[in-house]
């Protein structure tokens, strides 16, 4: 049950029938408040002024026509034109013995399209470090949200595979000899070495590049090697996803290699259709809409002058990939807000080469950046980046110790498992539960509190609702009876407990988890407010404590799909 469409679904049809038929363009906001009213809808005064007429009137007459409706119980207007809606408790009830019936918690299958999320990505031959963070876990809980609706999501990763960190490499262990023994090796100190030289010596970076080139060519004793630290690399990655209780593996990698043999076909094709032109030796593709600071028309390298293509290139030939190969109806790219300006230009160059349709969606979803206390970017303190391991075995040390102090008494084993639970899923949501469009300060003691806005906290209210039903031996799965809403925290709660389809489909829209972040914190604080002022164990009438047990039983689920769909586990004891 989607309250929010409905809604909009009784003031359009109220809106025809008042003779305004331009309806589809028409933002009808149904606001969420938390009193006097379930909800308010200010749309109206938009619509209103837009036809130059009474905002105030035109909210009276679709209050009047739309409640007629069995799902109000009360809707009143006031000025401007907001019209203020009371739900009708029996439809309350109603949708909620739905719900509880449910296995999919009343969220329905949406129509299933083919979603290409392009997330992680790392840069092949380093180490994950915490620059890595956001885009693995936000892509991912993206992912399973929409996955969750019924879509078909296609996991990309498009790993950094092909570019001059090869040549570099290759370089450094050419000068080294160290071309053959390559098993053991550790791919990210030599990744860090040649880096810095490439960065001061004129002659390697040359060498470095007549490398890159090398590879490119196919060059087999570079292939060798390459194709080592590629495996090596993401065998790596593998474990930190594991670790991170992210979806992706082995088989979601497309990266950047695997386009290859398409990039000089691109480079034809753009030319030909007079997109892209030689320019001092490269070839580019000039674009109008993208300005330098002068007003020029920015321009995009395809192809360098010495022949190698660019990140830009793959990208274009990845993207008629995505299309032509993979049908994708909507494309989402999940990178730091850096790469911003450049694939809108990817975007814009596929358009114009008919590589991609103008009507597909395709949207860089950004991020911001992870800060330390200081407000500087989060590194270590001699100004390294932080280890993505590192990190997550931090978090898991410091779980453990806030585990034991909560539970003196559990075994070893015990104690270990609940804090890979808590440790994951703290660092998670800390940074889940952000709009991703911010940057946002990481800080240990914020990121465990059991208080607030965290996944312990959140973890924690899931366990007390789990211990109601030990303590009282009835099953979660079993209860039954009718659900009864006369206390006012009741029916907050329970008009909470309906809203989760409308705000999974928000956090899945805009690819915003942080709103089912907010929505599942809400829900906990609002069933904490529910379990002081509404007995439960020492409700002397069954039929009132059965129908809160419904209520707890529900909250409890709906809690734990909340979390399990942005990748979180919950636990059985805390
Ligand atoms: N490997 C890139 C990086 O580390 C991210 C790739 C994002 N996806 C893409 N299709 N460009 O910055």
Redesign the pocket.
């Known amino acids: 049950m989607n309250i929010k469409l409905i809604l909009e679904q009784h003031v359009i049809q109220a809106l025809i029938d008042n003779g305004i038929r331009n309806t589809d363009n028409l933002l009808i906001n149904s606001t969420r408040q938390k009193k006097p009213w379930d909800y308010q809808i200010n749309g109206i005064i938009k619509i209103a002024t837009m036809l130059n007429i009474n905002s105030y009137n035109l909210a009276k007459k679709i209050a009047c026509k739309i409640h007629i409706h069995k799902i109000y119980q009360k809707v009143y207007v006031s000025k401007p034109g907001f019209i203020n809606i009371f739900l009708n408790d029996k439809w309350i009830i109603e949708m909620l013995e739905k719900k509880m019936k449910s296995t999919r918690l009343g969220v329905k299958r949406v129509e299933s399209k083919n979603i290409i999320i392009?997330y992680s990505?790392?840069?092949i031959a380093k180490e994950m470090h915490v620059g890595?963070l956001r885009?693995t876990i936000i892509g991912d809980a993206t992912a399973r949200i929409m996955e969750f609706l019924g879509h078909n999501v296609i996991r990309i990763s498009?790993?950094?595979d092909w570019g001059t960190q090869f040549g570099m490499m290759l370089a450094y262990l050419k000068e080294q000899k160290k071309t053959i023994i390559i098993k053991d090796i550790n791919f990210n100190k030599i990744y860090q070495k040649s880096k810095i030289k490439y960065e001061n010596d004129k002659m390697f970076s040359k060498k470095a590049k007549e490398y890159t080139l090398k590879l490119q060519s196919e060059d087999q004793l570079c292939i060798n090697i390459w194709k080592k630290i590629v495996d090596a690399t993401i065998q790596n990655n593998e474990k930190i996803y594991k670790k991170l209780n992210v979806t992706l593996t082995k088989k979601h990698i497309i990266g950047e290699s695997f386009y290859r043999n398409m990039l000089p076909g691109i480079i034809n094709d753009l030319r030909n259709k007079k997109i892209a032109v030689k320019h001092r030796g490269a070839t580019i593709v000039l674009l109008n809409n993208f300005k330098n600071r002068n007003g020029e028309p920015l321009g995009v390298i395809i192809q360098k002058k010495d022949g190698a293509f660019l990140?830009a290139t793959i990208?274009l030939a990845?993207l008629k990939y995505r299309y032509e190969i993979l049908h994708a109806d909507k494309i989402l790219?999940y990178?730091d807000i850096r790469?911003h300006q450049y694939?809108m230009q990817i975007i814009e160059i596929g358009k114009l080469a008919g590589y991609i349709p103008n009507h597909l969606i395709v949207e860089h979803h950004m991020f911001g950046m992870i800060l330390s206390k200081n407000k500087r970017p989060f590194k270590t303190r001699s100004g390294d980046n932080i280890k993505l391991s590192d990190l997550l075995n931090e978090s898991i040390k410091r779980a453990k110790i806030i585990a034991k102090q909560k539970n003196p008494k559990l075994s070893t084993n015990k104690l270990h498992f609940l804090a890979k639970k808590i440790g994951i899923g703290a660092v998670k949501y800390f940074d889940l539960s952000k709009n991703r469009s911010t940057n946002y300060v990481f800080n240990w003691d914020n990121v465990l509190s059991l208080d607030g806005n965290t996944a312990p906290y959140i973890q924690y209210a899931y366990t007390r609702i789990l211990s109601i039903f030990k303590k009282l031996n009835i099953s979660m799965f079993r209860i039954k009876g009718k659900i009864q809403l006369k206390e006012q925290c009741e029916k907050q709660l329970g008009l909470k407990l309906l809203q989760f389809e409308e705000i999974i489909l928000e956090a899945s829209n805009k690819g915003m988890p942080h709103i089912l972040c907010n929505y599942v914190y809400e829900l906990s604080t609002i069933f904490s407010n529910f379990y002081e002022t509404c007995s439960i164990l020492f409700s002397k009438n069954v039929k009132i404590r059965d129908s809160r047990l419904i209520l707890s039983s529900l909250t409890a689920k709906t809690i734990k799909k909340s979390l399990n769909v942005i990748g979180i586990s919950t636990t059985n004891y805390m």
């Open positions: 392009d990505s790392p840069n890595h885009s498009h790993i950094g990140y990208d990845c790219y990178t790469q694939l």
